[in-house]
């Protein structure tokens, strides 16, 4: 598949400057993925789940072994989506449920569940070593990952980049659609934000959170599947993936799944452009500085729609 | 109480010293009893305690969750590295540097955290905690991945051959932690140090009472993070030198974790948290090495224990060990 | 709830809690206990088993500890069990530096064999006081040349060529292979890639450009694309130097093949990172690792017909079960039986100065794979000091450039690259060693 563009011949800056765009975009796409997966948990409950980058991963080991059995991206793909929503209720149901019964009040109510979701992660992760071992694997992508060429020469966009963004763009339709425009978008929202009142509307809290946290987990098991084929998969494959997703969410606003998106590309960009231009070293300070930028003009993110309602 | 408080306050002071002195006492005398691994180790428990000292400061007592004591304790490693290698000062100065520096950072690092709340404030001091430590790649005087060595010298000459590397290590890192929480603790029972908790369990009714909580946030932030770069110093006393890898992300969430299971809300378990992230590695190991079993099994064990013991403390002690104790919260 | 009270019974409570935990766990002091009784001789590793490191080097102490076992078996050392304790570091400085004060303050162990990385072993020699204690720190598993030095690294021991020498013989392969191509450079940050660095400019070989120096763990796919996007625009057939991880070189190759740039360039990948199995693991396709070219010291893992890696094979497989063999396997039982004829020198009355004098004097002697001479004397803790130059081949092979071996020896300072004609010694009757 070529596009013809009407470029005039590149020279080494061009191809740089162009490089970087797509390289932006397709890193933007991945943290994305993240991004949206954290969100959700967020807007449904209220909790900031690190153990999201051990599901993940765990789905994506299902995943695995499911194309070991039949050779199929496709097969594993759905099967891992649906199995991130089913873990993603379980650790919801038997785990985070029984932590906010007894955690009522104080710093400790933000905090518990925190750290209840590092623990978990690190039982997740040392149960996938044991069951799958700790050395690296590594999944093929179900499309092309080589460039597309443009007038001779190729770039660094291929087909599986293209992928991934639609799939984020898809995701981020779907799930914003459920949110706004449907009854159990509605009821999820609202007990998030007001569990009394809406027990009092007759939701049942409980269960929508439930909800809430299996979608999440399938949004999870999605960025994994997408995430691992262009890179390696082993316990710890998604830590890095979730500490750039969740800067990238805080500079979206956490409020809403566009504003993730649009966190993760800003993330994206910022990064591949200070790394190509200024010093590959600036990796990890330039997501420090963007955050920090975006939070003193907005300290709520870039595209939370009021101030915080206090949590 | 309250006015029995009140009439209490220098005598109260004045017995807390004398009990921190006799600890101290104690310890010293039990350094000379115990051989260099347990010395070492005590060091380490000294030097997390303290660690846990800040995070209990900042998240229990002016609740603001931070993830970034591991970027702190940076600080003031650096600050103290360079202070003794490349200024040239005394140790001692260097200890002193590492919590002033580290203090004057977590100031202005306050003054723009106290605009955050909740996630966003996490994912700052995550954000930060992730890219402080890079830094040292950027500027060459700061070592890079080598880093730069923090030497206290020898034990002075006059304690005789006998003293050994490792006790002067531990003398050190129990004095100095013993000293920074005694200061906590007088100024947490201070009149001041009430305003603390009063922010914490009801911000409106503080506020309404005439408590400047923007400020009083901030200067938690700037003792808190003080706290945590005198720890960070005696941190890399330990290894004998700083570099970027020695405060991973993992430390922030190891402290924190620490300072949940024992207790978010008082520096009572500081001693018991310090020895939990030093002790249940080592438990974890002995008990793997007497287990025995595959490869993946025995190398993923010990952390798998780690975080269930994680997980069961926070399920069913979360407002820490203590609480369990008491008939009432 | 008065809060002094409870304050002070907090303290005490504390107070005796920690107490207890270390007088529980005094142990009665062994004033010159050295690791060795008349049976047994305990050495330690501290080296990655998890995390990214451990990945690729993981299965090196358990390579070492079969081929232990197999000396067990059949003697052991002058009657004595070899016992290696393997401490997980996770290729962290920090926690190096921790794990190997545990080798020395907790087990106890005589030696130190085969510690691995730059930045984790020199942080760990110095926090746990190696030099002040005497510790032997044999065959390390690391090519900083820094660790030659003596006045800071007394008791180590090196095995690996240095990372200098490496460069050196490189820049002599670009030299006479590549004459009029661009060369280009992309290096791990720190001071395993300062090394080869220095070792280039001390071969007189200029760079095209500035080297690209990426701190550990941020070549990312994209960071890898956008480098050979624009290294490709440069005419000709540019060499490009890769002096990282396996993991990094097969991030860069895969970006090749995404770009198609894979023929475009001669990819010249330092030993550290060019393991072929490891690359073909990681998804690198075999027509890119085919042609890629390298150095190495030792034979090829795959090779069969050399006797070294038959034994060290059949060793695996009776002492290693359910590891496969490859190039970590054949590193690890190399340096432990350069340890065993190490130890053996020593002789009956084992002490750690001895061992060391025992290396120095005759370390030079010892048989091992490797196709490359030992410089271990009174003076030089070097240990290979050379190597010869490779090519991968579609099946993961390594052979020999230019179909004929040739042998490069230098230093890591300013002598030239020479050929040598070193013939290894030959192996002992199944692989145990009978020196003294």
């Known amino acids: ?311 | ?329 | 709830m008065i809060r002094n009270k409870s304050m002070k019974r907090a303290t005490l409570a504390s107070a005796i809690v920690a107490t207890s935990a270390m007088v529980l766990s005094i142990v009665p002091a062994h004033a010159n206990s050295t690791g060795v009784t008349a049976t047994t001789i305990k050495l330690g590793v501290s080296t990655p088993l998890t995390g990214s490191a451990g990945l690729v080097y993981g299965k090196v102490p358990g390579a070492m500890r079969a081929y232990f076992d197999y000396i067990n078996a059949n003697g052991g050392v002058n009657g004595r069990k070899i016992s290696l304790v393997i401490r997980d570091d996770k290729y962290l400085p920090t926690l190096a530096a921790t794990q190997t004060t545990n080798l020395i303050l907790k087990d106890k162990v005589f030696a130190l064999v085969g510690a691995l990385g730059t930045a984790t072993h020199s942080k760990a020699y110095t926090a746990a006081a190696l030099a002040k204690n005497n510790v032997p720190d044999l065959f390390i598993n690391t090519g900083f040349s820094g660790f030659t030095n003596k006045a800071k690294y007394p008791t180590t021991f090196m095995v690996l060529p240095t990372y200098n020498m490496e460069a050196k013989v490189m820049a002599k392969v670009i030299k006479d292979n590549f004459p009029g191509q661009a060369t280009f450079l992309i290096a791990q940050d720190d001071e395993f890639g300062a090394d080869g660095v220095a070792g280039f400019t001390t071969a007189g070989h200029k760079f095209t450009a500035s080297p690209t120096l990426y701190p550990q763990g941020t070549m990312t796919a994209a960071r890898a694309e956008g480098a050979l996007a624009t290294l490709g625009a440069i005419p000709g057939k540019p060499v490009l130097v890769l002096f990282g991880t396996t993991d990094v070189t097969a991030t860069i190759l895969k970006a090749a093949e995404k770009l198609e740039l894979t023929k475009k360039f001669t990819f010249l990948a330092g030993s550290v990172g060019a393991d072929a199995n490891t690359l073909l693991a990681l998804g690198v396709k075999s027509t890119t690792v085919d042609g890629i070219v390298s150095a190495s010291f030792m034979p090829d893992a795959k090779d069969l017909t050399d006797p070294y890696v038959k034994q060290f094979v059949d060793i695996n497989t009776k002492y290693n079960k359910g590891i496969t063999f490859d190039n970590y396997v054949l590193a690890g039982m190399n340096s432990a039986m350069l340890t065993v004829q190490a130890l053996r020198a020593a002789g009956k009355n084992l002490t750690r100065a001895g061992l060391m004098s025992a290396i120095e004097a005759k370390g030079s002697t010892f048989a091992s794979a490797g196709l490359v001479p030992l410089g271990y004397s009174a003076t030089s803790r070097v240990g290979y000091n050379g190597y010869w130059v490779s090519q991968l081949n579609a099946k993961g092979e390594g052979k020999p450039y230019g179909g004929k071996l040739v042998i490069y020896t230098t230093d890591s300072g300013a002598g030239a690259v020479e050929v040598s004609n070193f013939v290894r010694p030959t192996m002992p009757k199944n692989g145990i060693p009978t020196n003294s």
Do not use: C
């Open chain 2, 1 to 329: 109480m309250k006015k029995a408080d009140k009439v209490r306050k220098p005598i109260t002071t004045r017995k807390r010293l004398f009990l921190f002195v006799l600890f101290g006492w104690l310890l010293l005398i039990l350094g000379d009893r115990v051989g260099d691994l347990e010395l070492y180790q005590g060091s380490f428990v000294a030097t997390y305690a303290l660690g846990i000292t800040s995070v209990i400061l900042l998240t229990g007592y002016s609740g603001q969750l931070s993830l970034g004591q591991s970027a702190l304790m940076a600080v003031g490693a650096y600050a103290g590295a360079l202070s003794i290698f490349n200024a040239g000062w005394h140790p001692v100065i260097g200890l002193i540097m590492s919590a002033l520096v580290a203090g004057v950072f977590g100031l202005v690092l306050g003054l723009v955290a106290a605009r955050l709340s909740g996630p966003y404030l996490a994912g700052t001091t995550l954000a930060l905690a992730i890219s402080l430590p890079t830094l040292a790649n950027q500027f060459p005087i700061l070592g890079a991945e080598e880093g730069i060595v923090f030497d206290v010298g020898l034990p002075p000459a006059r304690f005789g051959e006998e003293f050994s590397q490792y006790k002067w290590f531990f003398w050190i890192s129990a004095l100095a932690a013993l000293i920074m929480v005694f200061f906590i603790v007088n100024l947490l029972s201070s009149r001041y140090g009430r305003t603390f908790k009063a922010v914490r369990d009801n911000p409106v009714a503080a506020q309404l009472a005439g408590i400047n909580v923007g400020r009083l946030k901030v200067n938690a932030f700037a003792i808190s993070s003080g706290v945590a770069g005198l720890s960070g110093g005696l941190l890399v006393m330990l290894i004998s030198g700083v570099s970027p890898s020695a405060f991973p992300l993992s430390l922030s969430f190891s402290l924190l974790g620490a300072a949940v299971v024992t207790g978010l809300y008082s520096l009572k378990g500081v001693i018991l948290g310090g020895l939990v992230l030093v002790a249940i590695p080592e438990i974890a190991d002995s008990l793997v090495s007497r287990i025995g079993g595959s490869e993946s099994f025995t190398t993923v064990l010990p952390g798998f224990i780690v975080s269930a013991l994680l997980i069961l403390a926070v399920v069913f002690t979360p407002n820490g060990p203590g609480h369990l104790l008491k008939k009432h919260h």
């Open chain 1, 1 to 311: 598949m070529i596009r013809q563009f009407a470029l005039p011949i590149w020279g080494s800056k061009m191809t740089q400057f162009i490089t970087a765009v797509l390289t932006s975009l397709s890193s933007g796409a991945i943290y994305a993925l993240m991004a949206i997966a954290i969100v959700l948990v967020w807007r449904s409950t209220r909790v900031i789940n690190f153990a999201q980058a051990g599901q993940a991963v765990l789905t994506t080991y299902i995943g695995y072994t499911v194309i070991q059995r039949t050779g199929s991206f496709w097969i594993a793909l759905v099967v891992a989506v649906l199995s991130g929503a089913v873990i993603g209720a379980v650790i919801d149901r038997f785990f985070m449920r029984p932590i906010f019964k007894r955690v009522k009040s104080g710093p400790i109510v933000m905090i518990a569940p925190v750290v209840a979701t590092l623990g978990l992660l690190g039982i997740i992760q040392a149960l996938i070593g044991f069951i799958w071992g700790i050395t690296n694997q590594s999944i093929e992508a179900p499309v092309s990952t080589g460039g597309y060429k443009i007038m001779g020469t190729v770039i660094a966009f291929s087909n599986y980049n293209l992928l991934v963004l639609v799939f984020v763009a898809v995701a981020m339709l779907l799930l914003t659609l459920l949110f706004q425009k449907t009854n159990i978008g509605l009821a999820l929202r609202a007990s998030a934000y007001s569990p009394e009142i809406a027990k009092l509307s007759g939701i049942k809290v409980d269960s929508v959170r439930t909800l809430g946290w299996a979608i999440a987990g399938a949004s999870g098991g999605l960025a994994g599947m997408l995430y691992i084929p262009g890179y390696f998969l082993y316990p710890n494959a998604m830590d890095l993936l979730l500490v750039l997703g969740f800067i990238a969410a805080v500079i979206g606003g956490l409020e809403s799944l566009f504003g993730a998106v649009a966190g993760a590309m800003i993330l994206g960009f910022a990064i591949i452009f200070s790394t190509t231009y200024i010093s590959p070293k600036l990796f990890f300070p330039t997501a420090f500085i963007v955050l920090i930028l975006v939070l003193l003009v907005k300290p709520s993110g870039l595209f939370a729609a009021k101030k915080s309602r206090g949590a």
